[in-house]
């Protein structure tokens, strides 16, 4: 079974809707969650850290489910802009190694 | 500060040479992480340095591939007889440890071999 897992999409939203993406991960001791965003031909960028309580910045909210080892980001007011793939990352920190997902493709229509 | 530099930018070479890949990670960063990309797919882990300990090796995909970090900062990836196979993104990651704080990453280098 795979550490983590996205479903690969693809989404497509028209502007102004909102979308949210799951990932599930595998191993109880994950410690540290993120999402990235990753761009057509260029490196993933740290989109924001996931925390136990869950977190907002913006039009994004990220929340983390423990119990049943999954973490969800939303995507408010969807912009153009958003277009891109999301990858879901968990980090163990036994070891200090990151975990990421295949990613989860978006595309935003105008 | 500055982020994660890597060089080249770009590699075209021939199957059978030898490739040398430069990652330089941000000041103070002790562990340091390298995975490629093919195209249209996901991220494949290669290796983990971080700080004395020894390499964590195990993505390696065969022992053509092989990778150091001189003291404790600067990283090459090196890829012995190269084959067609071998081109995709090589992308390079670090990350402070202290506070499992996540990943930066590079902007890669794109190797194409002919």
């Known amino acids: 079974r795979k550490e983590v897992e996205q479903d690969p999409g693809p989404f497509n939203v028209p502007e102004g809707a909102t979308v949210a993406f799951n990932c599930t991960y595998s191993?109880?001791?994950?410690?540290?969650f993120f999402w990235y965003r990753q761009d057509c031909r260029k490196e993933p960028k740290l989109l924001m850290s996931?925390?136990?309580s869950g977190n907002e910045d913006g039009r994004f909210t990220a929340q983390l489910n423990r119990a049943s080892q999954y973490i969800s980001l939303l995507i408010r007011d969807s912009k153009l802009s958003d277009s891109a793939t999301y990858l879901c990352?968990?980090?163990?920190?036994?070891?200090?190694?990151?975990?990421f997902g295949t990613g989860t493709s978006l595309t935003v229509i105008p | 500060g500055a982020g994660v530099s890597q060089s080249p930018s770009n590699k075209v070479t021939e199957k059978g040479k030898d490739v040398e890949l430069r990652c330089d990670p941000i000041?103070?960063?002790?562990?340091l992480y390298w995975y490629r990309q093919s195209l249209g797919q996901g991220l494949e882990f290669l290796i983990y340095?971080?700080?004395?300990?020894?390499?964590?090796k195990s993505g390696l995909p065969s022992d053509r591939f092989s990778a150091e970090r001189t003291g404790g900062s600067v990283s090459t990836l090196t890829i012995q007889r190269t084959q067609q196979e071998d081109s995709a993104v090589y992308l390079c990651a670090s990350s402070a440890v202290e506070g499992r704080r996540p990943q930066h990453f590079g902007d890669g280098t794109r190797l194409s071999i002919l």
């Open positions: 340095f971080q700080g004395n300990s020894a390499p964590d």
């Open positions: 191993n109880s001791a994950s410690q540290s």
């Open positions: 996931v925390y136990s």
């Open positions: 990352v968990v980090n163990r920190h036994t070891g200090n190694q990151f975990y």
């Open positions: 000041s103070g960063h002790t562990a």
